[in-house]
Nanobody
Framework: QVQLVESGGGLVQPGGSLRLSCAAS????????MGWYRQAPGKQRDLVAT???????TYADSVKGRFTISRDGAKRTLYLQMNSLKPEDTAVYYC??????????????WGQGTQVTVSS
C-alpha cells in the first residue's frame, strides 16, 4: 500500500514562512515527478510547483520567487518552502507523486492534504 503523508501546515501571519513535507512510503520501485497542488474553498485544485526526478522545477506564476520545491530521493520526501506568505495562499495543500509500485504499476498518487492558513 503506497501512502503519501503531508505535514507542516498551520496558521501563519502574512509575510511569514512555512515548510511543508510529504513522505512517501510503501512498496515503491521508482518515484518520477512530484508536485504540490492547492485547493482553496470553492475553487479548483491548482498546481503550485513540480519537480522531476532529475531536479527540474516549475512553479505557478503566483508563487515564483516565494516558494521553493525540493526533494530528498533517499528519504522519498518532498518539500515546499513557503516564504512571504499572503492571505491568498490560504488553501489545503496536496502532495502528488508519479510513481511505480512494487507490483510494477505506474500511476498518480495523492496525499490527504494539509491546511495552510495565512491570516493576521
Amino acid at each position: 500500500q503506497v501512502q503519501l503523508v503531508e505535514s507542516g501546515g498551520g496558521l501563519v501571519q502574512p509575510g511569514g514562512s512555512l515548510r511543508l513535507s510529504c513522505a512517501a512510503s510503501g512498496s515503491i520501485i521508482s518515484i518520477y515527478a512530484m508536485g504540490w497542488y492547492r485547493q482553496a474553498p470553492g475553487k479548483q485544485r491548482d498546481l503550485v510547483a513540480t519537480i522531476t526526478s532529475g531536479g527540474s522545477t516549475t512553479y505557478a506564476d503566483s508563487v515564483k520567487g516565494r516558494f521553493t520545491i525540493s526533494r530528498d530521493g533517499a528519504k522519498r520526501t518532498l518539500y515546499l518552502q513557503m516564504n512571504s506568505l499572503k492571505p491568498e495562499d490560504t488553501a489545503v495543500y496536496y502532495c502528488n507523486a508519479d510513481l511505480r509500485t512494487g507490483r510494477g504499476t505506474r500511476g498518480d498518487y495523492w496525499g490527504q492534504g494539509t491546511q495552510v492558513t495565512v491570516s493576521s
